[in-house]
């Protein structure tokens, strides 16, 4: 946190003693002041429950979805041929070309914009688990074949334990992707979420309004990936690595 609060306060410094006119890029106290602005009468908090609840049910739908073709195309060689060629040429779809598709199918309201930051979370859990699936040591799988355990129990021992720290990053990663791809959603014609304050911000020019947003952005996105992580450690406290021995 001190290299962004350092240039802060420089460019800060810079607009008040006159080195530079902060026009285009706002100084930190005017963005704050536009943050309290926007928190005081509660503008803020309404755009950022419409954000939060989209991103929430988006990555919902897309990490299930995720977890569900992941295990299917790692633990099958026959289902991985099937699925994932299709799926990896999905993937390279960037995300602006679904708007229009979704709005014709789903149309302009909630619906197309939770199924656009779906698919967006959809492919980094889905390569996540099926890696994560297919990296695990094979003499592990041969240790408990040793040990006669049943199909439940090596998966519920051996395999499930292996998934999941790269399962966890996946889902990390599947969330990054929902904050980025709800930019794009609330462009599909919202009327809240913090995506219409940048649209907003941009149309009126109001660049202390468009860094506003981008900051509760941050904020948010960050709040939710801390959330994540909290609820997902005691899956991974297992683990004896060199971060947990400091």
Do not use: C, N
């Amino acid at each position: 946190m001190f290299l962004p609060l350092a240039i802060a306060l420089l460019w800060e410094a810079a607009v008040h003693f006159g080195f530079a006119q902060g026009r285009l890029v706002p100084p930190p106290s005017r963005i704050l002041t536009t943050l309290w602005g926007l928190a005081k009468t509660g503008e803020l908090w309404t755009h950022a429950t419409a954000t939060l609840w989209r991103i929430l049910a988006g990555f919902a739908i897309g990490a299930i979805a995720g977890i569900v073709f992941g295990a299917l195309s790692g633990s099958s060689d026959a289902l991985r041929r099937l699925l994932d060629p299709t799926l990896q040429a999905l993937r390279a779809i960037p995300s602006i070309a679904w708007v229009p598709l979704f709005i014709l199918w789903l149309g302009i309201f909630e619906a197309s914009k939770v199924a656009l930051i779906a698919v967006g979370v959809f492919f980094p859990v889905y390569l996540g688990i099926a890696g994560a699936i297919l990296s695990v040591d094979r003499k592990l799988v041969e240790v408990g074949r040793v040990f006669r355990l049943s199909r439940i129990a090596l998966a519920r021992r051996i395999l499930l334990p292996a998934v999941l720290p790269e399962a966890v990053i996946a889902l990390r990663s599947g969330l990054g992707l929902g904050f980025m791809f709800v930019v794009a959603a609330e462009f599909m014609g919202a009327s809240e979420g913090l995506g219409y304050l940048l649209v907003d911000g941009q149309q009126m020019g109001k660049p202390d309004q468009i860094l506003a947003a981008i900051i509760a952005f941050a904020l948010l996105g960050k709040a939710a990936d801390s959330l994540l992580v909290l609820a997902t450690r005691p899956l991974v406290r297992w683990q004896d690595t060199v971060r947990e021995r400091l």
